[in-house]
């Protein structure tokens, strides 16, 4: 299964990639300001982005998923995370750094 953002412009990707040769079943995903997951058109799926935070917050807690230390953009990953109205996501700037391998 691969999950495609469809938010936006994001329409015309899963159309393409819906074309194309890959080996995979495509979700489209529609992020939303809900409260809910709700089933959404083509086998989609509306998910609030609250929901998508909070499970990455806690992938990133449990160090289920890691930070390529290569990565470029990890900074403005974790600042947009910060940005993010509510609780403490648990994501600061050292946390990455620890994530990505480098000195926290």
């Known amino acids: 299964m691969l999950a495609v953002d469809q938010t936006g412009v994001g329409r015309p990707v899963v159309d393409m990639l819906r ?9 489209p995903i529609t992020i939303t300001a809900g409260h809910a997951v709700s089933p959404g058109d083509g ?4 998910v609030p982005k609250k929901e998508l935070v909070n499970v990455l917050q806690v992938m990133l807690q449990s160090r289920r998923i890691k ?5 470029p953009e990890a900074e403005t990953l974790v600042r947009e995370f ?3 109205p509510g609780e403490d996501h648990g994501c600061r700037q050292r946390d990455v750094r620890g994530l990505a391998g480098g000195a926290a």
């Open 19 to 27: 074309r194309s040769s890959i080996q995979a079943d495509i979700r």
């Open 43 to 46: 086998g989609g799926w509306h």
């Open 82 to 84: 910060d940005d993010v």
């Open 67 to 71: 930070v390529a230390p290569t990565l």
